[in-house]
């Protein structure tokens, strides 16, 4: 068992040293995109950072949705429908940069993230079943950059792409505002106040993200 836990730390250490050593960065890249909910400039910039995490960036998009949710719960689905139009066409820019600059801009980009095991990996599950593992990925933590640099690199239809990006990323944006809708700020207080905490669970369904992925 414990052999087991060694291998598994190892294996997803670029993911855990990303995520969890600069936590301070992170906090202030979280209070740099939720400030912009408190803006005129909210809709426009929940597209942007939806069209860049697709790509580069390294906060979700829910960061801001939730925001914006709370502050305005009656528009959750004007927010949900923003954020899945900015990924998608974020995803698009993804594909371009893997499919025709990936050695000038993609390949720093998983380079910076220590991504390189898990771009490797998902080139051989897009030659099991491209259309699953997008969609699981556009759907759960896994960063969603390293499957749309791939579907470049290995030249996956980009309507796979575009359509299971779709289900992934509506199917999760939605059901987000839709729980802020309920729940109201309590899941912003939550967040704010246990943030270490949160990080770490995202770790953790970060790597359940990829072991499901294995085994679909």
């Keep these: 068992m414990g052999k087991s836990n060694g291998k598994l730390t190892s294996r997803y250490s670029p993911l855990i040293s990303f995520l969890l050593?600069?936590?301070?960065?992170?906090?202030?890249?979280?209070?740099?995109?939720?400030?912009w909910a408190r803006t005129k400039y909210a809709k426009a910039s929940?597209?942007?950072?939806?069209?860049?995490?697709?790509s580069f960036f390294p906060i979700p998009p829910d960061v801001l949705l939730i925001a914006?949710?709370?502050?305005?719960?009656?528009?959750?689905?004007?927010?949900?429908?923003?954020?899945?139009?900015?990924?998608?066409?974020?995803?698009?820019?993804?594909?371009?940069?893997?499919?025709?600059?990936?050695?000038?801009?993609?390949?720093?980009?998983i380079s910076f993230y220590h991504l390189q095991e898990y771009f490797d990996y998902v080139g051989r599950q897009?030659?099991?079943?491209?259309?699953?593992?997008?969609?699981?990925a556009a759907f759960t933590p896994i960063p969603f950059?390293?499957?749309?640099?791939?579907?470049?690199?290995?030249?996956i239809?980009?309507?796979d792409l575009l359509v299971a990006s779709l289900f992934g990323r509506a199917g999760r944006f939605f059901i987000v505002a839709f729980a802020i809708k309920l729940f109201g700020k309590q899941i912003k207080n939550v967040i704010e106040k246990y943030f270490n905490i949160v990080s770490i669970v995202?770790?953790?369904?970060?790597i359940?993200?990829?072991i499901i992925l294995r085994y679909l």
């Design 46 to 54: 929940l597209f942007l950072v939806a069209f860049a995490e697709s």
């Design 68 to 109: 914006m949710s709370v502050a305005s719960r009656k528009k959750w689905w004007l927010f949900a429908s923003i954020a899945t139009a900015g990924s998608l066409s974020g995803a698009i820019l993804g594909y371009y940069i893997g499919f025709a600059l990936y050695e000038s801009i993609g390949r720093p980009i």
């Design 126 to 136: 897009y030659q099991d079943n491209a259309l699953l593992a997008i969609f699981t």
């Design 208 to 210: 359940g993200g990829f």
């Design 202 to 206: 995202f770790v953790l369904l970060l």
């Design 21 to 35: 050593l600069p936590n301070k960065l992170l906090y202030v890249l979280y209070q740099w995109t939720i400030a």
């Design 157 to 159: 239809s980009l309507l």
């Design 145 to 155: 950059k390293v499957f749309t640099l791939a579907a470049g690199v290995f030249k």
